[in-house]
């Protein structure tokens, strides 16, 4: 069974494995440690590379489908409960998780999509201008 060889506060955002290529994103641990502004600007890449087509799109749209997705991984993919914070139909939750997945092309079946977006999501927590997008002229 591998073993962690390297676990840091630096700007890296997991545990690498040893003989692997394999990083474990640890990300209640590692993104509250980032204060730096390589970490910073690390963090804001995340965020623009798995958000980025959704940020986009719920801003041309009005949308919501950033909020209903953290909020529903907040609530443990347990929709009644995640839609009941965000005072909407459940239906209307599994929507716009369905379609966050389609404009992201992170499908929220998969472990490793899923870790993805829940990265890039403490991401934008963590640096709350990850998120921003400045208007395009």
């Given amino acids: 069974m591998p073993r962690p060889m390297n676990v840091t506060n630096e700007p890296a955002l997991g ?6 290529d394999i990083v474990f994103p640890v990300a209640r641990m590692a993104i509250p440690a980032i204060r730096n502004a390589h970490g910073a600007i690390e963090l804001r890449a995340l ?18 489908l950033v909020t209903s997705v ?12 995640a839609a009941q914070a965000l005072h909407i139909h ?8 369905r379609r966050f ?7 929220l079946a998969s472990t490793e ?4 977006v829940w990265l890039a999501l403490r991401a934008t927590a963590a640096v709350p201008d990850a998120a921003y997008r400045p208007a395009q002229a």
Avoid: F, K, M
Avoid at 70 to 81: F, M
Avoid at 90 to 97: A, D, F, G, K, S
């Fill in 113 to 116: 999509s899923l870790a993805e």
């Fill in 101 to 107: 997945e389609q404009i992201s092309g992170h499908s």
């Fill in 15 to 20: 545990i690498v494995w040893e003989n692997s």
């Fill in 90 to 97: 459940p239906n209307t939750l599994l929507y716009r998780v």
């Fill in 70 to 81: 953290r909020v529903w991984l907040e609530h443990d993919r347990q929709t009644d409960r």
């Fill in 47 to 64: 965020a623009e590379q798995v958000l980025g087509a959704v940020i986009d799109y719920d801003a041309a749209h009005a949308g919501d």
